[in-house]
């Protein structure tokens, strides 16, 4: 079964308004989640490493005010996209490390109108 | 950072042929090299996947080849089937974090 559940799989919101994403372990501690984003047809692109009890590292170019990223526990980080803008839409999608392989969530399909 | 090249970036192959994709890295501290089957609108599926220390790695009609000193790894599927037919994508990892190819469509006709 899935060891890393991502939350939610799809959702619409108007410009101008935040939609937070949860990623969470499910039978394992991850205290370095990553962040990817896929547009379509494209590939996966990291966008931030999440650190369990400290700052996230952002890859360059990715907006650490507009992609704010929180990993409260070694079970759960969250990316709030802020100020949503229809070129946000993507498919957005975390990943842990689970011994030597990585396991990713279910993705978040995230549409901007 | 790390950079991943991945050709070709279409592949088409009649059933029962064999397809190759090949990657090259820039990063010679890349430790992990894992190939992922994504389906559309899904998670990446790992594959197969090979580390530093290993040349090549085989698992019934999937193969992956490493060799370190080119900084280059390639994909083999023989006897293709239908199902086969997906995106595929090369990684390199560096202190587990994932540089991904720009991925290969494979289409296997019957």
């Known amino acids: 079964g899935a060891v890393v559940s991502q939350h939610p799989s799809r959702v619409i919101c108007k410009s101008g308004t935040s939609v937070k994403i949860e990623c969470r372990s499910l039978d394992f501690q991850a205290t370095t989640m990553f962040w990817y984003r896929q547009f379509p047809k494209q590939s996966l692109m990291l966008m931030a490493t999440?650190?369990?009890?400290?700052?996230?590292?952002?890859e360059q170019g990715v907006e650490k005010d507009k992609f704010l990223i929180n990993h409260a526990s070694l079970t759960l980080s969250t990316l709030t996209v802020t100020s949503a803008h229809p070129e946000d839409s993507s498919f957005y999608i975390c990943?842990?490390?689970?011994?030597?392989?990585?396991?990713f969530g279910q993705g978040t399909r995230l549409t901007v109108v | 950072g790390e950079n991943v090249e991945q050709h070709p970036s279409t592949l088409s192959v009649q059933e029962g042929d064999s397809a190759v994709i090949k990657c090259t890295y820039s990063d010679s501290a890349s430790n992990y090299f894992p190939w992922y089957k994504q389906e559309l609108g899904k998670r990446p599926q790992l594959i197969i996947d090979i580390r530093s220390n290993v040349g090549e790695k085989k698992d019934q009609r999937i193969a992956v080849t490493l060799n370190k000193t080119a900084k280059h790894f390639s994909l083999h599927i023989t006897e293709t089937q239908p199902e086969d037919s997906a995106v595929y994508f090369c990684a390199a990892s560096v202190d587990y974090k994932l540089s991904f190819g720009a991925g290969t469509t494979v289409t296997v006709r019957a």
């Open positions: 990943s842990a490390f689970r011994g030597s392989e990585a396991f």
């Open positions: 999440s650190n369990e009890g400290s700052k996230a590292t952002y």
